[in-house]
């Protein structure tokens, strides 16, 4: 994999401009590039009409914008406050494939044993990009976490466009891909108990695309969902998204979270991707994920 460096120093090389200070919680950065651990909040209190819940929510807007990815631990939120939280950033995703908890099917459930055959998003992907409009966001809230294991990666992917060279941000310019769900979820939930659907959605998004608050240019293919590069031969998309893919999960756009148990992670599925690690059987991981709708990526 590239180390992104050459003779004239990094490939990328990332500034910050941290503003002005924040007010009404904590911010400590992960890394220089991605993520960032907010404290002094209680989100319980938060939702439920603290005196400071509207500086405090601006200001985790803030983090969110800043960092891609915010974490929150030592946090005791019930099902309909963790659903309040998340409609806080817009109305409610439903999963097209995954079982939910509860009655609510904006809540996701996330479950992982030692009978498991699978465990959620063990691949590199954005959630749900095969979506017409992918989600904005996920709001993932782990209840239940092994002793050791169960790390979730991140990546910007604002640095990794940024990374590429001007003749490949030139080549990229004006692409699509397919992003397909088919292939993934069909029979993807079948030890919950779910029964397939009909079909499952797919969409065609740019291969870059530019975030509609920060208006920053962001790669936007991923392993999981992506399947072709639109308007070029086959063998030229393949070799050109397995480069992408390669490129995009480089450690340098990367952080990495360990879990505790009452944490939650929020991150923005428009300029990041995530990994979540499966090296914990035969230990138990649960809890539930809220995902905030999003627009039709330009």
């Known amino acids: 994999m590239s180390s992104l460096a050459g003779k004239q120093g990094p490939r990328y090389r990332h500034t910050t401009d941290d503003g002005a200070p924040y007010e009404t919680i904590a911010v400590e950065k992960l890394t220089p590039i991605i993520g960032a651990e907010i404290s002094g909040v209680d989100l319980g209190a938060l939702v439920d009409g603290d005196t400071r819940s509207n500086r405090q929510m601006d200001e985790i807007h803030r983090a969110l ?3 891609l990815v915010i974490f929150f631990r030592d946090q005791s939120i019930t099902p309909k406050q963790h659903l309040a939280f998340g409609r806080k950033f817009g109305e409610l995703h439903f999963h097209p494939a995954a079982p939910h908890e509860d009655e609510d099917p904006a809540l996701m459930k996330i479950y992982a044993d030692k009978n498991s055959p699978r465990a959620n998003g063990e691949g590199w992907h954005s959630d749900v990009s095969c979506d017409l409009e ?19 990666l991140f990546a910007n992917m604002y ?20 992003h397909d769900g088919e292939p993934i979820y069909r029979g993807l939930y079948a030890n919950y108990g779910v029964a397939d659907r009909p079909s499952y959605p797919n969409a065609e998004h740019p291969v870059v695309r530019t ?10 293919v991923n392993r999981g969902f992506t399947r072709h590069i639109n308007g070029i031969p086959r063998d030229e998309s393949d070799a050109m998204l397995a480069y992408l893919y390669q490129h995009a999960e480089n450690p340098l756009f990367q952080c990495r979270f360990r879990w505790t148990e009452n944490a ?17 059987w035969p230990h138990t991981r649960s809890g539930t994920r809220v995902t905030v709708k999003g627009e039709r990526p330009v």
Not at 159 to 174: F, I, N, Q, V
Not at 211 to 220: D, M, Q, R, S
Not at 264 to 280: G, K
Request: proline share 7%; aromatic share 12%; with cysteine.
């Open 211 to 220: 975030h509609p608050v920060t208006g920053k240019k962001a790669l936007y």
């Open 264 to 280: 939650i992670a929020f991150w923005d599925n428009r300029c990041t991707q995530h990994r979540a690690m499966w090296d914990y």
């Open 134 to 152: 992918p989600p904005m966001g996920s709001i993932l809230y782990i209840k239940q976490c092994p002793p050791r294991g169960g790390d979730t």
């Open 65 to 67: 914008a800043e960092n």
């Open 159 to 178: 640095a990794a466009y940024e990374a590429l060279s001007d003749r490949m941000k030139a080549y990229l310019d004006g692409l699509t891909a397919l």
